[in-house]
């Protein structure tokens, strides 16, 4: 192949939520989107829960964080942890 030509592969990333750190070396994420109702036309929220992998334990519940996707790392997990937006408010 020419160095013209690159087969680099566009990573998927989405933004969410983490709802549960209680594994180890693993999140979970809800992502949230808004998607317009195919009849009736009003916008309705529809969300996914991702499992993550955070390598080193450091993502609590509430953070926004960013994950993309890449090879899988156990059966339900294929998703990895890049980086946090916004660390949970703590009262």
């Keep these: 192949m020419s160095e013209t030509q690159t087969t680099e ?3 998927r990333t989405l933004i969410g939520q983490v709802v549960s750190n209680k594994m180890d070396k ?3 994420v809800l992502v949230e989107r808004r998607v317009k109702h195919p009849l009736y ?5 529809r969300s996914n829960k991702y ?29 990895t942890v ?6 949970a408010r703590v009262i």
């Design 41 to 45: 036309g009003k916008i309705i929220v």
């Design 26 to 28: 693993t999140v979970v």
């Design 82 to 87: 890049v980086r946090l937006i916004e660390a």
């Design 9 to 11: 592969k566009r990573q």
């Design 51 to 79: 499992k993550a992998h955070d390598e080193t334990n450091q993502y609590n519940e509430g953070d926004t964080v960013e994950i993309s996707e890449g090879r899988p790392i156990s059966r339900s997990k294929s998703w």
